[in-house]
């Protein structure tokens, strides 16, 4: 007896193996990963601009807009693969018939999640620190304070940093996994309706529901942390609109 997910998993799997042969899946997301951040940061400036100066309010509500512009980018790229499975072969003699012997080769399907490694950044940021006669009268005291003064220089650029990499970390996910989600997408938005009707108890979902899944969780990984950035610069710098006027604190109060 057969099982509906193997021919999923198997159609997957193949259609993936053909995107990476000729259709460079990676570059592909590369393009829509870039057209979604151009997305967030054109509506973090037209919230700013019609009045929305809280950041982290104003972030999160940008990564939402980020994240519907990326599904409709994802529905427009499958509207461009509808020709190319639309008509796909009919492969519905490969189900094996009552009559006809089973087949005992196994299904083996091998997923691999993504790797991340990479080497970490350094900096140094040299400059005269005055630490006055509070570090070498007051001993220890003195010590502490200057070494105060000396983690609010770097808290700013270490801020900036945090989010440069959890957006180009969700970025390099979402590159990484193109070619399983396109994939999956094909399945479920093009095959569900011509191939999947005719081999009776397949599993389908909605095209929708695969990219959320898929998709989702890097989105809001990154739009906590980016708000939760937004948030402690505004409780540093309360008249603070943007990452600039919070630099400009930072410097007028160093």
Not at 61 to 71: E, K, N
């Amino acid at each position: 007896m057969r099982h509906p997910r193997l021919h999923r998993v198997h159609e997957i799997e193949r259609i993936r193996n053909d995107l990476e042969r000729g259709g460079f899946p990676r570059l592909q997301m590369f393009l829509l990963v870039g057209l979604t951040g151009a997305t967030g940061f054109t509506a973090s400036y037209l919230l700013l601009q019609a009045g929305l100066s809280t950041m982290w309010l104003r972030y999160l509500t940008a990564f939402g807009f980020a994240y519907m512009g990326f599904l409709l980018l994802l529905w427009l790229w499958l509207r461009t693969r509808t020709k190319d499975y639309a008509d796909f072969p009919d492969i519905s003699n490969l189900v094996p018939s009552p009559s006809s012997a089973p087949d005992t080769s196994p299904c083996v399907y091998n997923g691999h999640g993504g790797e991340f490694s990479g080497g970490g950044a350094s900096g140094s940021f040299d400059g005269p620190v005055e630490t006055g006669s509070i570090a070498t009268d007051n001993g220890p005291v003195g010590n502490a304070l200057a070494s105060v003064s000396e983690a609010e220089e770097f808290a700013i650029p270490l801020v900036v940093i945090i989010l440069a990499g959890a957006m180009l970390l969700s970025s390099f996910y979402m590159v990484y996994s193109a070619p399983i989600l396109f994939a999956e997408l094909v399945v479920d938005g093009v095959l569900s309706a011509s191939l999947y009707r005719k081999l009776r108890g397949l599993e389908t979902r909605h095209w929708l529901e695969t990219a959320i899944r898929r998709t989702a969780w890097p989105f809001v990984f990154t739009a906590v942390i980016v708000a939760s950035a937004g948030w402690g610069m505004a409780q540093y710098a309360p008249d603070a609109r943007s990452i600039g006027d919070v630099m400009v604190h930072a410097n007028q109060h160093g």
